[in-house]
């Protein structure tokens, strides 16, 4: 499975950013199935849990992003996503999209988003 996330970028405390994970060699099924989730990486930091939509379809996030982000999938073009509205500085760092199938883990490389004040 290999992944490669787009859409990071520059914005202002307020801004809006959408990022895609693209999901490739794997099955459609298997795409289905899985649960999909985005993590950051702060400068410093460990790199933690920003939200998550789980195989049942569920969706969890973490609380400083409730409200403001969405996460969502094009199961069609096994794509997920990660709309990202009223950002603010402490969302700055380094986004990758996980996607667990079974029991293995695969990560994306990152994409960098960047809010300043």
């Known amino acids: 499975v290999q992944l490669q996330a787009s859409g990071g970028g520059s914005v202002r405390t307020g801004g809006s950013l959408k990022l895609s994970c693209a999901a490739s060699r794997i099955i459609l099924s298997d795409f289905w199935q899985s649960r999909k989730a985005w993590y950051r990486q702060a400068p410093g930091k460990q790199?933690?849990?920003?939200?998550?939509?789980?195989?049942?379809?569920?969706?969890n996030y973490q609380d400083s992003v409730k409200g403001r982000f969405t996460i969502s999938r094009d199961n069609a073009k096994k794509t997920v996503y990660l709309q990202m509205n009223n950002l603010e500085p402490e969302d700055t760092g380094v986004y990758y999209c996980n996607v667990e199938v079974g029991s293995r883990h695969y990560w994306g490389r990152g994409t960098q988003v960047t809010v300043s004040s």
């Open positions: 790199r933690e849990l920003v939200a998550e939509l789980t195989s049942g379809g569920s969706t």
